[in-house]
């Protein structure tokens, strides 16, 4: 084992990989507001009868959440209290956490908005699925699940094992272990000015998939 692996899950292949906890690992502190949503996403996917039975599923609870269509033509994305997002609501270099709009038979899905000027996207970016200098992506990484929570200047780092996204160019890996990119999420501009998806996530959310 190398000296590093005092600190990770074994993704180095010194050992068999294990998914880490996003609360076992001192470095994958998730977002207050995200653990609410997760703790209330639990409950409204099982019942919960002690505290450890939803952290110790939560890796589950992200990939059965995510099993089925989350995001659908016309969903409103909203911000953590629920609000609306407008065209408005970002500037340019600016990043929010933001959720479909609640309604029933939809669940919670932590998704990262950014917005950037047009010209500033390239790469792996689905430009027909930005808007307005907008670009949504999963914030369920594609590694071990947990929460793409941190930035390095414009970079997109999970704290668990340091994987890196580059949201200029569709979210692709641009460091670390994560296998793929984090899915796009097709936006458009309502006619009343609040962003909406136009379909769901434009790839597996979270660890799996191909
Ligand atoms: S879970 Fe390992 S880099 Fe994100």
């Known amino acids: 084992m190398s000296d590093d692996c005092d600190t ?3 993704c180095c292949g010194d050992e068999e990989p294990t998914r880490p906890s996003i609360y076992t690992d001192a470095r994958a502190e998730m977002e207050r507001r995200d653990y609410a949503k997760v703790l209330a996403t639990v409950g409204g996917l099982t019942a919960v ?10 890796t589950r609870v992200f990939e059965r959440g995510y099993s089925g269509p989350v ?6 994305l909203v911000d953590g209290e629920g609000e609306r997002v407008t065209e408005d609501t970002l500037a340019e270099g600016e990043q929010l956490t933001v959720f479909p709009e609640p309604r ?9 908005l950014v917005r950037y000027p047009e010209d500033a996207y390239g790469g792996e970016t689905a430009m ?11 914030k369920v990484c594609t590694h071990a699940g947990c929460m ?27 460091g670390g272990p994560p296998p793929r990119a984090l899915p796009q999420l097709p936006l458009t501009l309502s006619s009343d000015g609040h962003l909406v998806a136009t379909g769901d996530f434009e790839g597996p959310v979270g660890p799996g998939g191909e």
């Open 148 to 174: 793409v929570s941190d930035t390095e200047g414009e970079t997109l780092v999970c704290p668990c094992h340091f994987g890196k996204f580059d949201p200029t160019s569709g979210a692709s890996v641009v």
């Open 71 to 76: 995001y659908s033509d016309g969903v409103a």
């Open 8 to 10: 990770c899950d074994g």
């Open 49 to 58: 009868g002690s505290l450890a039975a939803p952290l110790m599923g939560l």
């Open 128 to 138: 027909e699925s930005t808007v307005g200098g907008y670009a949504a992506y999963s």
């Open 104 to 112: 029933p038979g939809i669940a919670d899905a932590p998704t990262l």
